[in-house]
């Protein structure tokens, strides 16, 4: 029979799982995951009460409780004028954006979410609580944990309050689309990367090339007119700052699963994933839904169809050959369809360097590693994985 449980506190979640029957295994569940079927032995901590927010905006911090929605930590910090520079899709919780390794377009500039912590604090599978970081940015003092927990989708340990890095809100937006030939990508990208002009975002979707310029509205101007002098040869088009904000809003949608399919993301060298994206669109013909690229970090969010999605992915195996190094795919419906799917790519993809059997050896021992970290945190598995 599966129990919940919502503790309203760090130390009531940790002093739970100190009193836990050594029998029961633990899956975290925030805002919008579920949890389908009966499972015996199984409870669902619901961290939607871990909701506080303590707000440094002097020292540009941020201390947040993982049940927090993302949309609101970002809405409460866009009140003085600052934000975490980050832009995931969907309407999730902190607790499952930071378990996620979520990233958008603003990878490109900053970084994925990972790279916005300073400090965190979690519960282990024995109830015990940990902290990492503080609410200093130069801070160098003992082991980052907070890093090794973004992106471990709840196998380690159990986020409660994250500390984020907070950055000023830019004072105005405009967005550079260029539209340009397949063959001219390349070229393209060369010189918007080289007109000395710092993009917050650079992403593809068909061929049509979307860079967001953030700034303030006596420089804004300039940025623009020399990123369109770069590439004076292509067709372009600028947005305007509603109509800006509006366009990536729509490629944050494009990231996201449609109704019953799914979401797998691709990482390789930026000049290889450029090479990837005409045989991906090829191999998945008509079971692609939509590709975001963030051209400059080497990322691709891939949109399938729920039909043969399996035939699909084993299809992709020996185009990933090419040089990506991670593949990772999240579902609809929470925890569990993630780590059945995360199998199924595993199978059908090949994590390879120029030497094949030195790439899948790779592969095995990173695995092994994750595995082995697992065991560490959580020896007896308490911690749910199907």
Same mark, same amino acid.
């Given at each position: 029979?599966?129990?919940?449980?919502?503790?309203?506190?760090? /130390?009531?979640?940790?002093?739970?799982?100190?009193?836990?029957?050594?029998?029961?295994?633990?899956?975290?569940?925030? +805002?919008?995951?579920?949890?389908?079927?009966?499972?015996?032995?199984?409870?669902?901590?619901?961290?939607?009460?871990?909701?506080?927010?303590?707000?440094?905006?002097?020292?540009?911090?941020?201390?947040?409780?993982?049940?927090?929605?993302?949309?609101?930590?970002?809405?409460? +910090?866009?009140?003085?004028?600052? =934000?975490?520079?980050?832009?995931?899709?969907?309407?999730?919780?902190?607790?499952?954006?930071?378990?996620?390794?979520?990233?958008?377009?603003?990878?490109?500039?900053?970084?994925?979410?990972?790279?916005?912590?300073?400090?965190?604090?979690?519960?282990?599978?024995?109830? #015990?609580?940990?902290?990492?970081?503080?609410?200093?940015?130069?801070?160098?003092?003992?082991?980052?944990?907070?890093?090794?927990?973004?992106?471990?989708?709840?196998?380690?340990?159990?986020?409660?309050?994250?500390?984020?890095?907070?950055?000023?809100?830019?004072?105005?937006?405009?967005?550079?689309?260029?539209?340009?030939?397949?063959?001219?990508?390349?070229?393209?990208?060369?010189?918007?990367?080289?007109?000395?002009?710092?993009?917050?975002?650079?992403?593809?979707?068909?061929?049509?090339?979307?860079?967001?310029?953030?700034?303030?509205?006596?420089?804004?101007?300039? =940025?623009?007119? =020399?990123? /369109?002098?770069?590439?004076?040869?292509?067709?372009?088009?600028?947005?305007?700052?509603? /109509?800006?904000?509006? !366009?990536?809003?729509?490629?944050?949608?494009?990231?996201?699963?449609?109704?019953?399919?799914?979401?797998?993301?691709? #990482?390789?060298?930026?000049?290889?994933? +450029?090479?990837?994206?005409?045989?991906?669109?090829?191999? %998945?013909?008509?079971?692609?839904?939509?590709?975001?690229?963030?051209?400059?970090?080497?990322?691709?969010?891939?949109?399938?169809?729920?039909? !043969?999605?399996?035939?699909? %992915?084993?299809?992709?195996?020996?185009?990933?050959?090419?040089?990506?190094?991670?593949?990772?795919?999240? *579902?609809?419906?929470?925890?569990?369809? *993630?780590?059945?799917? #995360?199998?199924?790519?595993?199978?059908?993809?090949?994590?390879?360097?120029?030497? #094949?059997?030195?790439?899948?050896?790779?592969?095995?021992?990173?695995?092994?590693?994750?595995?082995?970290?697992?065991?560490?945190?959580?020896?007896?598995?308490?911690?749910?994985?199907?």
């Amino acid at each position: 029979m599966t129990e919940q449980i919502a503790p309203a506190s760090v /130390e009531e979640l940790g002093l739970w799982l100190k009193e836990l029957d050594p029998g029961r295994r633990v899956v975290v569940r925030g +805002l919008g995951s579920n949890l389908s079927g009966d499972h015996e032995g199984l409870t669902v901590v619901d961290t939607t009460s871990l909701a506080g927010i303590g707000h440094r905006v002097d020292d540009f911090s941020v201390t947040v409780g993982a049940g927090v929605t993302w949309a609101t930590l970002q809405d409460q +910090l866009a009140l003085v004028g600052q =934000r975490v520079a980050v832009d995931p899709p969907g309407v999730g919780t902190v607790g499952a954006m930071v378990a996620t390794g979520a990233r958008g377009g603003l990878i490109h500039r900053y970084g994925g979410i990972r790279d916005q912590i300073i400090g965190m604090t979690v519960v282990l599978a024995d109830g #015990s609580v940990a902290h990492s970081g503080s609410t200093v940015i130069k801070n160098v003092a003992g082991y980052d944990l907070a890093k090794l927990f973004a992106g471990s989708r709840g196998r380690f340990g159990i986020i409660a309050e994250v500390i984020f890095r907070t950055r000023p809100l830019p004072e105005t937006q405009r967005t550079l689309l260029v539209t340009t030939r397949p063959d001219r990508l390349r070229d393209v990208i060369i010189a918007l990367m080289g007109a000395h002009v710092e993009l917050s975002a650079l992403d593809l979707v068909d061929d049509t090339l979307s860079g967001l310029i953030e700034g303030g509205h006596e420089v804004i101007d300039q =940025r623009i007119e =020399r990123l /369109e002098r770069a590439v004076s040869g292509s067709s372009t088009m600028i947005l305007g700052e509603a /109509e800006s904000v509006a !366009h990536w809003s729509r490629l944050r949608g494009f990231q996201l699963p449609g109704e019953g399919g799914m979401v797998f993301a691709l #990482s390789a060298r930026s000049t290889a994933m +450029l090479d990837l994206l005409p045989t991906i669109r090829a191999t %998945l013909g008509p079971a692609l839904v939509a590709l975001v690229a963030h051209v400059g970090a080497g990322v691709a969010e891939i949109s399938v169809q729920p039909e !043969h999605q399996e035939h699909r %992915l084993a299809n992709l195996q020996g185009v990933l050959g090419a040089g990506a190094v991670e593949a990772r795919a999240w *579902h609809p419906h929470g925890i569990l369809a *993630h780590e059945t799917w #995360s199998r199924t790519l595993a199978t059908a993809v090949r994590h390879v360097t120029d030497d #094949s059997e030195v790439g899948t050896a790779a592969t095995i021992s990173a695995q092994l590693l994750i595995d082995r970290i697992a065991m560490a945190f959580d020896p007896y598995g308490r911690f749910y994985r199907s």
